[in-house]
């Protein structure tokens, strides 16, 4: 019996290297012509959600979808569905997908690689004459780039406070899920319900340059970050920048500057890839003959793991309390956001690492620093995401890049994981 | 012949001691009384230059010298002067004094010690019934605050372009200057010539908190430090907070943060009495989520010497090029002022040292780290500065504060310099 399911299973895999690899010209050409929508003069897209320029890239989206024989339809959300059939129907989904919104001044690959390669492994399926058993699923999520406004509405968190709130293309998004199709009176109908996705895979470009730097083909992601904010306040005294003497000043920027020092060592002193980071910096009264009195910036901290992110900031209020003694100026730690880690299945995970494996691809474990629909998705589904390489790491810039052939070995290996998740009973 | 010297100035030293001592209570109350005008309702006085509290301030004034007998007149450049007849009119002029006008949201003392300070030594001339040989001479100064606009005047330095610029008032110190009674067209009448004034002195409250926390009674100021200023612009490269690891970055954040701290050491570890400052910082894009790409802030470097100031940045340089080597953050320095160091005269110095001493004052040599009048003055005329104690070092504040009895000792060492000067041939 073990031999024959051995036999089996060597067969199948077998089958599985037979399916066709990506097309690096097509998913390029692709990529070029939905960077047409909402192209800036000098270069990358502002393409944000609700915008002119985010109708006419859907509208293409959707044609390419139609033209893959998907069946697609726009959820209460303004999600685009597009559906494929499998063998046996009442098999849950499997869904993979991204976004086509863009920050403003953005570029070309972050959600448009991920969406337009979820259509590529269609076309692939269809070139192979390849049925899947469980039923497939491209979902083109709205509104990422807004607060994964899509995403949050099939997972059932997205709240109606949410609604009014105004997008960068001017509308609310209320107004803006409307225009995209969708029925902001009738969100609770684009929540799915748990179990009824068999898995969701989600390609996408990294957004650091660990890929890139380190030369390797694919990022199998282990889970989204958590972030931690907190507003920090210095406050010490105010006075004559000629007529005080330097040791008797209590100088709430020079006590910050070396609690911004401490906090850079906080996050370093540890094993691991937390990350901290102070991104905005203000002193008062600000003006160069008067020693500040008072200062105020922000303190991000992001891990995987939440309790290594409250041990960083352990270490950075052991510091304050220090930097406080000696320089007479205090320190008042405000917590202003906290999203927990969001990780992806495990099993997931290595389906991924093993469909890069026999494809060949060079591959690393990596977390992603950067928040994605993935997240949601994980409420309520076993998720998985892989990264390819971004140029020198840049995103969110129109200078964001990433390498046809980068392209192709993504689709490629999500296509592989795909096949592997329809053959698992998990 | 030695011997009746030293006998005639014992003689002399003997009739000085005999000068009348200040009114602790007449000081306190015309400094309780000018206080009124431009009062604010939560204390202190808002009564910048040209402003109709000044013009009140100014009538009080005027009222007060030609109640002591002074022949009160006003200059091209709206200075209050005052003229005491002398027993050789022919001598050049002992000429002290300061100003009344005030920051916005000032205090009762800064100028105005000084300037009733002067006031109060020719009412004591009047109640001793002494006639110096020198003419003296009370200036009530426009514009301190503004820009040391009267003094420039007189020391021929005020430069026709900053006629056009706009006051605290909302007038153009051109329009004020008329509305003090001033000629604006003929200002060079206001300036004196080098030689013309045997010595010049003002009386004033210190502005850091030396000679009140140390228990001293009466500041002998060697000179209004220089200052210089630098723009300093760090170029580093913003990225994102979240997927850029800790040792890919290139923070200009924790680069100039570095070099604050940097900053504070260079100029305490030298001895001295030098200060630098950082009062104002900005980082861009300066979002809680971005790695700051770039920021701009202010080092500002004060000492009587120049060369100790250049000793200082020299240090901040050195230490900018380490930090730019290990983090990968260039640093731009960009010279914006520079207001070379203003000594005062090393024999007014040591008569005011000394006629503490008989006054049995307490004392102390010590730099000004703010910016007088004198410091103008020093350019056609030998200068001396009398500091008192300020409570706490607090100025430029509805708070600050000086005792009645430190005024009044003030008044006192004030007459008893002017008149040691009048004695001495130099």
């Given at each position: 019996?073990?031999?024959?399911?051995?036999?089996?299973?060597?067969?199948?895999?077998?089958?599985?290297?037979?399916?066709?690899?990506?097309?690096?010209?097509?998913?390029?050409?692709?990529?070029?012509?939905?960077?047409?929508?909402?192209?800036?003069?000098?270069?990358?897209?502002?393409?944000?959600?609700?915008?002119?320029?985010?109708?006419?890239?859907?509208?293409?989206?959707?044609?390419?979808?139609?033209?893959?024989?998907?069946?697609?339809?726009?959820?209460?959300?303004?999600?685009?569905?597009?559906?494929?059939?499998?063998?046996?129907?009442?098999?849950?989904?499997?869904?993979?997908?991204?976004?086509?919104?863009?920050?403003?001044?953005?570029?070309?690959?972050?959600?448009?690689?991920?969406?337009?390669?979820?259509?590529?492994?269609?076309?692939?399926?269809?070139?192979?004459?390849?049925?899947?058993?469980?039923?497939?699923?491209?979902?083109?999520?709205?509104?990422?780039?807004?607060?994964?406004?899509?995403?949050?509405?099939?997972?059932?968190?997205?709240?109606?406070?949410?609604?009014?709130?105004?997008?960068?293309?001017?509308?609310?998004?209320?107004?803006?899920?409307?225009?995209?199709?969708?029925?902001?009176?009738?969100?609770?109908?684009?929540?799915?319900?748990?179990?009824?996705?068999?898995?969701?895979?989600?390609?996408?470009?990294?957004?650091?340059?660990?890929?890139?730097?380190?030369?390797?083909?694919?990022?199998?992601?282990?889970?989204?970050?958590?972030?931690?904010?907190?507003?920090?306040?210095?406050?010490?005294?105010?006075?004559?920048?000629?007529?005080?003497?330097?040791?008797?000043?209590?100088?709430?920027?020079?006590?910050?500057?070396?609690l911004v020092v401490a906090i850079n060592e906080a996050a370093t002193s540890i094993?691991?890839?937390q990350?901290a980071?102070?991104?905005?910096?203000?002193?008062?009264?600000?003006?160069?003959?008067?020693?500040?009195?008072?200062?105020?910036?922000?303190l991000?901290i992001?891990?995987?793991?939440?309790?290594?992110?409250?041990e960083v900031f352990s270490k950075v209020r052991l510091r304050a309390?220090?930097?406080?003694?000696?320089?007479?100026?205090?320190?008042?730690?405000?917590?202003?956001?906290?999203?927990?880690?969001?990780?992806?299945?495990?099993?997931?995970?290595?389906?991924?690492?093993?469909?890069?494996?026999?494809?060949?691809?060079?591959?690393?474990?990596?977390?992603?620093?950067?928040?994605?629909?993935?997240?949601?998705?994980?409420?309520?589904?076993?998720?998985?995401?892989?990264?390819?390489?971004?140029?020198?790491?840049?995103?969110?810039?129109?200078?964001?890049?990433?390498?046809?052939?980068?392209?192709?070995?993504?689709?490629?290996?999500?296509?592989?994981?795909?096949?592997?998740?329809?053959?698992?009973?998990?």
């Open positions: 019996m073990k031999t024959i399911l051995i036999a089996l299973l060597a067969l199948l895999s077998c089958d599985l290297m037979a399916q066709p690899h990506a097309s690096a010209s097509r998913m390029e050409e692709r990529i070029k012509k939905l960077g047409t929508f909402g192209a800036n003069p000098e270069g990358g897209v502002s393409r944000v959600a609700f915008s002119e320029a985010d109708l006419q890239g859907r509208a293409y989206v959707i044609s390419l979808m139609k033209n893959a024989g998907l069946e697609v339809s726009i959820d209460a959300a303004g999600n685009i569905i597009g559906q494929r059939k499998g063998k046996n129907n009442n098999l849950p989904v499997i869904a993979f997908g991204s976004h086509i919104d863009s920050v403003p001044n953005g570029g070309n690959y972050d959600g448009d690689v991920g969406s337009l390669g979820a259509i590529e492994c269609i076309e692939l399926l269809n070139e192979g004459k390849i049925q899947t058993n469980h039923p497939l699923e491209v979902i083109i999520f709205e509104d990422e780039e807004g607060g994964l406004t899509g995403s949050e509405a099939i997972a059932g968190i997205l709240g109606s406070n949410k609604l009014d709130l105004l997008s960068h293309s001017g509308k609310t998004i209320r107004q803006g899920i409307q225009l995209l199709g969708g029925d902001p009176e009738r969100l609770s109908s684009a929540a799915r319900k748990k179990g009824s996705i068999h898995a969701f895979l989600e390609l996408h470009i990294e957004q650091g340059g660990i890929l890139f730097q380190e030369g390797l083909q694919i990022g199998v992601v282990e889970g989204i970050v958590g972030i931690n904010q907190w507003r920090v306040t210095a406050e010490g005294k105010a006075n004559h920048a000629g007529t005080t003497p330097m040791n008797q000043r209590q100088d709430a920027l020079l006590a910050s500057s070396k094993q691991g890839r990350v980071t102070v991104g905005k910096i203000a002193a008062w009264p600000g003006a160069p003959n008067v020693i500040p009195g008072k200062t105020e910036f922000m991000e992001r891990d995987l793991s939440h309790d290594r992110i409250m309390e220090e930097i406080s003694k000696s320089s007479g100026v205090s320190f008042r730690f405000e917590l202003l956001n906290e999203n927990l880690p969001a990780l992806t299945d495990k099993y997931v995970q290595q389906t991924i690492a093993d469909a890069a494996k026999e494809l060949n691809y060079s591959q690393k474990f990596m977390p992603s620093g950067a928040g994605h629909d993935t997240q949601d998705m994980a409420r309520i589904a076993p998720t998985g995401m892989l990264f390819i390489p971004s140029k020198d790491g840049i995103s969110h810039s129109p200078y964001e890049y990433s390498t046809a052939e980068d392209m192709a070995r993504g689709v490629d290996a999500l296509l592989h994981s795909i096949l592997k998740l329809d053959l698992s009973g998990k």
